[in-house]
């Protein structure tokens, strides 16, 4: 009696942590970023990361740029793309769970698994 109470109550707890994107959503953030020419400085959020060609992480889905200085070229920056997990849609049959995608960021995956900046001379 009292093993089967631990399960219920353990399986009760898991589904209040997690929601539909979570569980079954595209939570990858890994991106690949890239520029021509390659070699370009790359920051994310305005903090340094590396070099160009990258693969950055992203940790929050929420408002991400990415930033591209290289000398001689024009400094430009575009945007991380995300959309809405369709998946997440799921969460009208247990509304705790559109909560947990919420915070967690996983009611949205990033659009593009690449980001390629075509840099422009500056003017001599």
């Known amino acids: ?12 707890g898991c589904m209040l942590v997690s929601g539909c ?3 079954f959503g595209d939570n990858n953030r ?6 021509v020419p390659q070699g370009a400085l790359v920051y994310l959020n305005n903090e340094p990361v590396g070099t160009t060609p990258i693969t950055l992480n992203i940790a929050s889905i929420y408002n991400n740029s990415v930033m591209f200085k290289k000398p001689g070229y024009l400094t430009t920056s ?8 369709s998946v997440g849609l799921l969460n009208i049959l247990f509304p705790p769970g559109f909560i947990v995608d919420a915070i967690s960021g996983d009611m949205f995956k990033v659009s593009s698994k690449t980001l390629t900046a075509n840099l422009v001379k500056a003017a001599s």
Do not use: D, G, K
Request: no cysteine; net charge neutral; hydrophobic share 60%.
């Open 1 to 12: 009696m009292f093993n089967r109470l631990m399960a219920i109550l353990s399986l009760a």
């Open 78 to 85: 575009q945007p991380v793309a995300t959309e809405f997990q």
């Open 21 to 23: 994107a979570t569980m």
């Open 30 to 35: 890994a991106i690949a970023v890239n520029s």
